[in-house]
């Protein structure tokens, strides 16, 4: 045993060498063996023996590659299974094995893994010392990639010549995790990458550009909280790009796409980010900042004409829905998420402007995260407010997860009812999870609080002196209440 | 319901049809049918789309890279995934019972544990090759390489500069 700890970097190389060293003095009793294991194996090609061309010739591999015993892209997904330290412990095993490590998909660098432990006073060797060990094993690595480092002061700075002179080329797939990467133009190529994600990764605009003007074959690009972006121009040389999610990148000013093929669209950040110049042609949006409602009902109807599914998540609102002129004539699928509870109660109705301008709606999901406060109090009647000319022949299914004896709420559904000659299925939820132990989702459901059990009640009582009674035979009403078993309902 | 033991399922009797559920036979290498219903069949995704396709399902599907013994215990995997509901927490714990035990006893005999693994990718049946390929890996885990070398049957085959690659990897690191 070496005489440093465990925890001292040192310890860790002085035991790589050990090992190695241990590894060449079993050398020569290896190449004894080594006979004896072709014995083996020739006794296993025996067995294996069949009249099919196809197994002979597996059994040749077999034998010549005299290792695994099972084809090396069913190791090398084992492979990927594994975590780090294993993986690379495991690439001294034979060439089989060090040929898997260098193309092992899933580089996760944490402080452990990498044998270091962050002592605050000498965090600048640290995280040197890190950076060049992360280094060592880039050096050597290829194919597939996903670089995961752990944020530090000090960003790694990704080796771009693991992607020049055409190896680039072969790689299908990027993801990289706090680093800083600055593809040199003319010398960088990933021809046939078709995922990348880009996750707290120092880039500029003029990298980004270069590298989006040359990833011709790219599918999908995530780009999350990378601060240095302020803009972000996809070019219609992407034609097969059709996924494009931008997260939280908040030094982002503009944001451009025009990829012919664009179908799915996320955004996640401040509104003022989300301006587009130009129409977008995609069919699914999602929308994650505040006032996303209101925007969404004002502007999609002229930026993205195509729109078939709209999901729409927004922690404030600070204005009722407006009606306005636009219209969404594609629009079959909408849900719209509160996860917060900032809204005004009498909000909920002026969502009606939304089903009122999606003529084609087949599906309506609203969600809503809290319980209510000041509900109804049973005595006064809902009169519906009368606004004419909007019947929808088209809604098939309204949910509403949440439910609550909220007024405006109440009105919502009300308004859904008397206007809807299509329904086939409403469905109301007395809870805001989804997660319930009979819909398998999770094991046991989450305990609710007294509040909660209160507010459920309520929501059952509205349910039945407001709702119940407007429902026409046909459809099918489903009001979910907290689970049985559970929460011994 | 057809039987939940594949291995029984009924090579000689391609008759004897359940009411409500199609039954495929599939036969090995060495010319041995096996009755299963559809739905067990239907946890191979090839299977699947050469059923879905119209394929010859009356004539069977003839597999000439699986030999009767893996067949067998694939069909058994099958049988249970594909037979059985898992609505309830307890049929799910049921199912993930089934295997925990069906891997424990693969796990046991490499050699099979490897044709049954080729077998499922060849298939693609993705719960059976997550299953075997994971237990391959869980046993790769916290061994040094000479234990991986021993529980593979590996020979050591690094040549000098692979050493002196693996080496610089090392003390760089």
Known sequence: MPPTSPLDPIYHRTRGLHELNRLMSLRREQRRLQIETYQFLAQCAKRKESPCQQDNSQCVKRMRYSGPDLPEDIWHHIHSLLPLQDAARAACVSQAFLRFWRCHPNLIFSWKTMGLNKVPHKKGGIVRDYNNKVDGIMKNHSGELTLVLTSNEEKYNFPCSLLSNGSGDSIQSLRLVHCSFCPTVGLVSLRSLTRLHLSCVCIINTDIEYLLSDALALERLEIKRCGEINCLAIPCLLQRLSFLGVFGCFGLQMLESKAPNLCSFHFEGKQVQFSLEEPVRSKNLEVVFPNSVCYARVELPFSMPDIETLNVISSCEMVDTPTGPGKFLHLRYLRITFPTWRFSR??????????????????????????????????????????????????????????????????????????????????????????????????????????????????????????????????????REPCSRCHGW | MATGSGAAAAAADAEEKESGSRMITLTSNEGKAFVVTEASARQSATIRSMVDDGGCVDKGFPLPNVDSKTLARVIQYCDEHGNKEAHTVDERAALAKFDKDFIAELDADKAFLYDVTMAANYLHIQGLFALTTQCIADTIKGKTPEEIRTAFGIEYDLTAQDEEEIKEEDTHA
Not at chain 1, 384 to 406: C, Y
């Open chain 1, 346 to 479: 009498a909000y909920y109705f002026s969502l009606s402007s939304f089903l009122d301008a999606s003529p084609f709606l087949e599906t309506f999901i609203l969600c809503i995260s809290q319980k209510e406060k000041h509900g109804l109090t049973f005595k006064e009647p809902i009169c519906l407010r009368q606004i004419p000319e909007h019947r929808h022949d088209k809604l098939k299914n309204v949910k509403i997860t949440g439910f609550s004896a909220i007024r405006s709420l109440v009105e919502l559904t009300c308004h859904i009812m008397e206007n809807t000659t299509s329904l086939e299925c409403l469905t109301l939820d007395t809870l805001c999870t989804q997660l319930r132990c009979s819909d398998g989702n999770i094991d046991v459901c989450l305990p609710l609080d007294q509040d909660v059990i209160k507010g459920v009640h309520n929501s059952l009582l509205a349910i039945r002196t407001y709702i119940e009674g407007k429902i026409p035979s046909t459809v099918k009403f489903n009001v």
